[in-house]
């Protein structure tokens, strides 16, 4: 019995440091909070199941709720196209720091040296990669 207590209590403490660490825009965050507390719900279900030898209604409460947590989690990646003809030619040479008078060589290692940190693969974000793109874009284009 004591077994089944501490897997209720593990669940129950998983669900509030994960509400806790609910950090979504307004219209998202509700369907992260009640699916937490769906999952928790399960998880506690399939916990109850285990210790009373219901194996087959445990291990299908545990992937319902495994699944709820997992798909409340993924984001959408929607981005909005870039339009170059917004940014402005002082715009781009402020943003990859160089001066009127650079020259190509000089606008693409300003690029590079900004795009070693800003690139979502090195840990930066998708909207700074693009801003970065689009002013060298404007630059060497302009």
Same mark, same amino acid.
């Given at each position: 019995?004591? /077994? /089944?207590?501490f897997g209720v209590g593990a669940v129950i403490l998983w669900m /509030?440091?994960?509400?806790?660490?609910?950090?979504?825009?307004?219209?998202?965050?509700?369907w992260r909070i009640a699916s937490t507390m769906m999952a928790a719900a399960l998880f506690v279900g399939a916990v109850i199941a285990a210790a009373r030898?219901?194996?087959i209604g445990a291990g299908a409460m545990?992937?319902?709720?495994?699944?709820?947590?997992?798909?409340s989690r993924?984001? @959408?990646?929607? @981005?909005?196209?870039i339009d170059p003809s917004r940014m402005t030619d002082?715009?781009?040479?402020? /943003?990859?720091?160089? @001066?009127?008078a650079a020259n190509r060589g000089e606008i693409q290692a300003a690029w590079r040296r900004l795009m070693a940190r800003a690139h979502p693969?090195?840990?930066?974000?998708?909207?700074l990669a693009e801003q970065l793109n689009?002013?060298?874009?404007r630059l060497l284009k302009g």
């Open positions: 019995m004591t /077994l /089944l207590y /509030l440091v994960r509400l806790g660490r609910q950090t979504e825009r307004a219209g998202r965050g509700h030898g219901v194996w545990a992937a319902a709720g495994l699944w709820l947590t997992v798909a993924v984001r @959408s990646t929607r @981005s909005r196209p002082a715009e781009a040479r402020r /943003l990859l720091g160089v @001066s009127a693969d090195q840990g930066g974000t998708q909207g689009q002013a060298r874009d």
